[in-house]
């Protein structure tokens, strides 16, 4: 079983950029779906970015297309996400999460390995 650690948050003024990243540790990271969701105060867990097996397909959502890209290294069992041009929107604990049986579009419940997220924080 894959398990997940995110890194990467931290405190960002607007406009600036930030790339998270997520390691696995575990067997078969290749096999595993890879996305992105956030999670701010009092909100849903909303998918942010998916990445399929072999990082050729991706899904981003629309409140970040065009400044946010999902990728991932499998050799190096890492999956990212640099952010750019941040906005105090994008405020929340960020997520990392894999499956195996699902597509790069797809939602929270389609995923079941998660790692314990990371806080990011874009000052206005």
């Known amino acids: 079983q894959v398990q997940l650690v995110e890194s990467g948050g931290g405190l960002v003024q607007a406009g600036g950029s930030l790339r998270l990243s997520c390691a696995a540790s575990?067997?078969?990271?290749?096999?595993?779906?890879m996305a992105w969701f956030r999670q701010a105060p009092g909100k849903e867990r909303d998918l942010v970015a998916s990445?399929?097996?072999?990082?050729?397909?991706?899904y981003y959502a629309d409140s970040v297309k065009g400044r946010f890209t999902i990728s991932r290294d499998n050799a190096k069992n890492t999956v990212y996400l640099q952010m750019n041009n941040l906005k105090p929107a994008d405020t929340a604990v960020y997520y990392c999460?894999?499956?195996?049986?699902?597509?790069?579009?797809?939602?929270?419940?389609?995923?079941?390995?998660w790692g314990q997220g990371t806080q990011v924080t874009v000052l206005s």
């Open positions: 575990g067997r078969a990271f290749g096999a595993y779906v």
């Open positions: 990445i399929g097996r072999s990082g050729g397909l991706t």
């Open positions: 999460a894999g499956d195996l049986n699902t597509t790069p579009r797809s939602g929270a419940s389609d995923f079941r390995t």
